[in-house]
């Protein structure tokens, strides 16, 4: 047996060879005395890179929930914020304002993903069964609920400051600043990778099957004796456990956490990634979500050499990222590399 | 602050959002789509009024009409270039595209008016008609401690005019009752003769007019920013869904009952509390939804 026929065949072995090729990169720069050393004009790259990472596992989530079962949700954003406050609420200690109860983080990433799954379980249990356009109501407005409890609890969520000395383990380990970024990028990047094989594995399976036969036609895949109701809140569970875990690391890699990381913006930046790259689409989705973030990436560098303001900059920024989202749904409604007869919409 | 008081307030908030709730209701019943972008359309009209009054200078009743007009533009021409060839892919597209224009909207407002608030002259927002008794600015000493302001004066009134003149319009005249006709069944209304497509321009050009006015009335009670109209479109929302999406007399029974749950609970909330009441609202919205999703008078928005 050659070393040819151990490789993967399929995406999900490929994705996961990668994530474990990262995390082992990345432990490497974390626990040896190995530093790497970033030359400031790629900060930018990196920590919009992090970023990107963290939105990817959001945007697995929700394809899983809208690209394969159909479901609308407009509060991803409500998960990923759950998830972020259980861990800096769990492990923070000495926080300035909010409860910090000082917990070994990873007792509190574990609680950040409960959390957001038993919320996503909540929400699901109680709206899933709305139309298309309500559920997508219902959701954006859970995720409003929390957003206005976060700022005016100060009390439990540390209000407009948020909470603050969350455990930063990677950058412990690591010691420089460079090192943290390099070493956080890899580490998220594997994360990512993992949930990548994990999502496609499923979606794959004769399960995934079943989730697109449920975003196709309800009536018929239940005629055919699924429990639509139960894959349904199967496939929103699973997305929204995800997001739990995306915002959780993402509290442990910013140390602080405030309700400006969470508005709705997370959302429609996911969702235009989503629909741009094809939803329904794992590679697509990702791809989506790069040029959209990668736009972010792009106006920081016009700024510099914009005739305009940061502020008119941010604002033009803005109505493009919005007249992307209107362009793709009346031009290309399966995105770049989605399949349009897969999804069903006239393209 | 008495509790009399509160329901002033409760009444007062109610009524702009019923002004913009009925536009917003109308769209859902007859164009078959939730416009998110519809919280927009009351800052232009905000905004539209008090260039008017500022620029021009013209009083403020003239501004609101020229704001009204500038609202129903404005809602028809989006709607043509946007939803109007969309409109058979279904609800969701229709509310995404509403949710991209909005972002796109509110930040070209943003990028005209800039970030900080504008308010209306207040020279020019003395209510003076010729011939008619002169309102008083500031305000007026009901009963006992109850105070209403001559601005709440006016948003009460204006509620009260929109909603006679909406009734007539909907019953009486052809293009209000082929809006019905069509809310009710749209290829049974097509099929009768009536122009779908100029029956849903009217009604975008009427949700525009209502936006631009609530747009107005809020101008009038308190300072506008761009964010302003993105502000209230929950509570639009929450007000339509609670009445029964698609019902006019719902939207507005339910805007009264947004509007009064937000200033009782700011009345008994603690102090530092009084943040959560638009959670309250959302609250609301999402119980209404899975209780009886239908609303007080609406359709089914329930799957089979």
Known sequence: MSLTDRLPEDDSGWAFLFGAGCVLLAALFALTPLVASVPGALYVFIEVGILFVVYGM?????????????????????FFAVGAYTVAMVSAQDSFAGISLGYPWPLALVAGVLVAALLGAAVGATSLRLRDDFLAIATLATAEIFYTLFVNFRGIFGGNT???????????????????????????????AFAFAAVTRLTEAPYGRVLRAIRADELVTRSVGKSVFTYKMQAFVYGAALAGLAGGLFALYTGAISPGFFTIHVTVTVWIGMLLGGASNHRAVLAGLAIIMGLRLLSRFALDVAPVSADAFASIRLIVVGMILVAIIRYRPAGIWGDARELGVDS | MGLAQNLVFGLVTGSYIAIAAIGFTLIYGIVNMINFAYGE????????????????PLPLPVAAVVAMAGGGLVSLVLARAFFTPINDTGPVPMLLTSIGLGLALRNAIRLTAGRSARYFDT?????????????PVGPVNLLGDLFVTSQQLVVLASAVVVFLVLHALLTRTDVGIAMRAMGDNESLARVRGIDTQRIRDS???LAGVLAALAG?????????????????ILQILAAAILGGAGSVYGAIAGSYIIGLVLALSAAFLPSGM??????VAFLILVVVLLIKPSGIAGQEVREA
């Open chain 2, 123 to 135: 020279e020019t927002t003395t209510y003076r008609f010729d011939g008619l008794p002169e309102l």
């Open chain 2, 216 to 232: 107005v009335l809020v101008g009038v009670q308190t300072n506008v920013n761009a964010d302003t109209g993105f502000g209230y």
């Open chain 2, 203 to 205: 009604v975008w050009i």
């Open chain 2, 41 to 56: 359309y009351l800052t232009i009209g905000a905004f539209i009024a008090i260039l008017t009054v500022g620029v021009l």
């Open chain 1, 162 to 192: 948020g909470i603050l000395g969350v455990p930063q383990p990677v950058a412990d380990l690591a010691g420089d600043g460079d090192t943290t970024l390099v070493a956080t990028l890899l580490l998220f990047g594997g994360i990512t």
């Open chain 1, 58 to 78: 959001l945007v697995l989530g929700l394809d899983l929930q809208y690209g394969h079962t159909g479901l609308v949700n407009f509060g991803h954003v409500v």
């Open chain 2, 274 to 279: 009084t943040g959560i009441s638009s959670a």
